[in-house]
C-alpha cells in the first residue's frame, strides 16, 4: 500500500517569512496529491492540490510542487502570516473509481508575530 | 462551516458504555467516511459509505459499528472501547465515493475512553 512520509513534524517561521513542508510517497500510481489545514477544534480543509500531470500550482501565498521521478511534493506558503498557524497534511491518492487517500503525519507550523 | 456536522463535539466514556457519535452532512453528497486522528499518526480511514452502502471496513474492530441511514446521516455506535481508542473522531463527505478527493471534514468528536 501507499506510505507517505512528512516532514518536519513541527516549524516556526518568523512573521512574513516563508514555510515549505515536503513529503515523500512510495505508490507510482498515485496521481492526485491533496493538501489539508486543520485548525485547532475543527477538521481538516482542503487548501490546494496537484495532479501528476502538473509540475507547479500556486494559489496566491501558497504553491505546491512534484517531482513525480523522485516521489516527493512539497508545499511552499510565503509572506507568512498568524492566521497561517495550523497543522497540515499532505496525502496521495490514485484517482479514478473508489480509491483512498493516504495521509502524513502532519506538520505543526507556528508563525511567530 | 463546511456543512458536515458533528455531535457530540466531547465524549468521555468508561470502558463498559455503549455510545454513539453522529454526523450529518447538508452538501447533498453520497459518500460518507469514518476517519480516526491520534497524535502523531496519519488519518486513519475506519468506514466509507456510497449511497447508504458500505463499500470499505479497513479492518476495524468490531466493537465500532458503524449506521448508515440515509445519505445525509452517519452514526458510529461504539461498545466496550479501550483506552487506546481515545482520538479524534471525523467524519467527511464528498460528491461520490470516486470523488474521495472532495472531501469535505466535520470538526470531529474528541472521545476519551476511562
Given at each position: ?31 492526485y ?21 502538473v ?18 511534493f ?8 498568524p ?10 491518492s ?20 | ?18 455510545k ?53 446521516h ?7 472501547l ?10 467527511a ?22
Amino acid at each position: 500500500g501507499e506510505n507517505v512520509e512528512q516532514h518536519p513534524s513541527t516549524l516556526s517561521v518568523q512573521e512574513g517569512d516563508s514555510a515549505v513542508i515536503k513529503c515523500t510517497y512510495s505508490d507510482s500510481a498515485s496521481n492526485y496529491f491533496p493538501w489539508y489545514k486543520q485548525e485547532l477544534g475543527k477538521g481538516p480543509q482542503l487548501i490546494i492540490d496537484i495532479r501528476s500531470n502538473v509540475g507547479e500550482k500556486k494559489d496566491q501565498r501558497i504553491a505546491v510542487t512534484l517531482n513525480k521521478t523522485a516521489k516527493h511534493f512539497s508545499l511552499h506558503i510565503t509572506e507568512t502570516q498568524p492566521e497561517d498557524s495550523a497543522v497540515y497534511f499532505c496525502a496521495a491518492s490514485p484517482e479514478g473509481g473508489y480509491q483512498k487517500v493516504t495521509f502524513g503525519t502532519g506538520t505543526k507550523l507556528q508563525v511567530i508575530p | 462551516e463546511t456543512g458536515v456536522t458533528q455531535t457530540p463535539r466531547h465524549l468521555v466514556m468508561g470502558m463498559t458504555n455503549k455510545k454513539s457519535l453522529k454526523c450529518e452532512q447538508h452538501l447533498g453528497h453520497n459518500a460518507m467516511y469514518w476517519y480516526k486522528q491520534s497524535a502523531k499518526k496519519p488519518l486513519e480511514l475506519m468506514f466509507v459509505y456510497s449511497l447508504e452502502e458500505r463499500v470499505e471496513n479497513n479492518s476495524v474492530p468490531s466493537r465500532f459499528s458503524p449506521e448508515c441511514p440515509n445519505s445525509s446521516h452517519l452514526f458510529l455506535h461504539l461498545h466496550t472501547l479501550q483506552p487506546e481508542d481515545s482520538a479524534l473522531y471525523l467524519c467527511a463527505s464528498s460528491p461520490t465515493s470516486g470523488r474521495v478527493y472532495e472531501q469535505y471534514f466535520g470538526p470531529g468528536t474528541r472521545l476519551t475512553v476511562t
